[in-house]
């Protein structure tokens, strides 16, 4: 049994921690702890009721629901029994959800809230194959499909044969499917990447290897786990090394969390760090002209040892004292904000600008970036603390193998990679090729065997002109404006590159009151001139550094933000381009009018 399951990975390691903090959730305002040993008995309990309830080894069993303990204690259960768990963003619609149950075939649901529960009631008569919804926070209901957690825990405890479950632990086999994660679909309907034990576990002990993470550090679980990298990196990683998992309440009180967790590492995509950045930025505007200069001064100081220290060169006396006093003065602040006893960040998900990277790495906080695919559980390549390369996404892992199609498209074979999609055998077929998984990621290599990722295949801009475009690396650049939430880039086939931005408006409504200018309308506020001149200056820095054609002659400030509720991005928060398209294809021609 040992690590070659997750099951068998995580009873190894409660047999090793029993009594020490496992998880802690914020409760009723306070942290709430749960023990290795607490968590395994409520895992043990579940899995025996699900037994109980003909969940055989290769049902699926779906979890609707956000981050908690509980989300976590299903998993464990579930993989416990041989049985494959299906995750659904909690934001998702009922018409998705229902989409994913149906076509996953899942038996049993566990819902997070009463609102979670109201989405799978009203397409329940379309669900035939689902025998019994749990839900998670014990919301009752008179409907008789209905139990709720501690009535699935009350069944397990009285279970005729608690010998069942090491019965069926030890049966697990590596190369069992283990879960079905579905992309996020920017286009068409989500796929089901089939993802087995091995996958996963692969992934887990290599990353562990290359990144030391030690059983005294607490990890900050943020990012959705129905997001594959969250899952193997912070949940399944975090178990693996023995580590305490807290889980953050949302964006909104991640600020407090950070502060009151302490944490020693954590995995997000790049928006929180575009968006801490930001945040820096504004402080240090709002400081008297002297704290500025300080400010900038400190991080030259710290972009001149951050360059020497990636390079593995050594630092100078002279500029080591100089570096002391920045940090003194500046740094150590930024970092006590951090909880003060932070490792690193991790970033993944999407693109991380090479300009982000370098700033936190200039005041001493380290974000490792690296590049997967749900289709990969998740893990291709990365930085790690002992080599890294801002820009890119580090090297690839042990046991994987990576090449570049004649086309720029990375091409990956490795024991990370998925069986397949679910019943889609004509999609498995179209992306694997001889045992290649065709990413869909444009990609290079560099001299020092780094790579970096280009673009999406499909996302390439090609314009009239013939040149090609990326737009991911023109949205990066805009993004690292803190004036700029969010960015489209639009082009194919057209003359030139135009843009859709979306303002962060927190920021530009500080800037409009400086200078005059209402804030009460957004509308009016986006339509003045000199809001305008503002954006045309922030385009032109961002783009300094990029050839004429791919930058953006044109652009339209939106005032609202492109959300998932309104089908313009994903759970992951990438954009959905021909959606955004159709949506704005009145602003769009207007730009390409004149």
Known sequence: MGDET????????????????????????????????????????????????????????????????????????????????????????????????????????????????????????????????????????????????????????????????????????????????????????????????????????????????????????????????????????????????????????????????????????????????????????????????????????????????????????????????????????????????????VSGGAPLAKEIAEFFHAMGILILEGYGLTETSPVISCNTPDNVRFGSVGRVIPQCEVKIAQDGEILVKGPNVMLGYWNKPAETAEVMEEGWFHTGDIGRFDEDGYLYITDRKKDLIVTAGGKNVAPQNIENALKTSRYIEQAAVIGDKRQFISALIVPAFTELETWATKQGIPTSDRAALISDERVRRLFESELAEAQKDFARFETVHKFTLLPEEMTEAAGLITPTLKLKRKQVSDAFADQIEHMYQD
């Open 6 to 345: 997750i099951g068998g990975m995580f009873q190894a390691r409660a047999a090793r921690y029993g009594d020490r903090t496992y998880m802690m959730s914020r409760r009723g305002g306070s942290w709430k702890e749960i023990t290795w040993r607490q968590f395994d008995e409520k895992v043990r309990r579940l899995a025996l009721a699900l037994i109980a309830m003909n969940v055989a080894p290769g049902d699926r069993v779906a979890i609707f629901s956000a981050n908690s303990p509980e989300w976590q204690m299903v998993d464990m259960a579930v993989v416990s029994t041989g049985a494959a768990d299906v995750p659904l963003y909690a934001t998702i619609t009922a018409k998705q959800a229902q989409y994913i149950l149906s076509d996953s075939g899942s038996k049993v649901m566990f819902v997070g809230s009463e609102d979670h529960l109201r989405r799978v009631l009203e397409v329940r008569g379309d669900l035939p194959g689902l025998e019994k919804i749990v839900t998670m926070d014990n919301t009752p209901s008179d409907h008789p499909d209905v139990m709720t957690f501690d009535e699935m825990l009350e069944r397990g405890a009285k279970s005729d044969d608690p010998g069942e479950f090491d019965r069926r632990l030890a049966a697990a086999k590596p190369d069992d499917m283990c879960s079905i994660v579905y992309t996020s679909g920017t286009t068409g309907d989500p796929k089901g990447a089939m993802l087995t034990h091995h996958n996963f576990m692969s992934n887990v002990s290599i990353v562990s290897a290359l990144v030391k993470i030690y059983d005294k550090y607490t990890v900050l679980s943020f990012l959705p786990l129905s997001h594959v990298l969250e899952r193997m990196s912070g949940y399944y990683g975090g178990t693996f090394n023995g580590c305490t998992i807290a889980h953050a309440g949302s964006m909104e009180t991640l600020v407090d969390d950070i502060g009151e967790i302490k944490p020693h590492w954590m995995v997000s995509v790049p928006r929180l760090y575009e968006k801490v950045n930001a945040g820096v930025l504004a402080n240090v505007e709002a400081e008297p002209p002297l704290k500025q200069k300080i400010f900038h001064w400190a991080v030259g100081v710290g972009r001149q040892v951050s360059k020497l220290e990636v390079a593995h060169q050594a630092v100078p006396t002279w500029l080591g004292l100089k570096h002391r006093v920045a940090n003194k003065l500046v740094f150590s602040k930024i970092y006590e904000r951090m909880g003060g006893r932070l490792i690193f960040f």
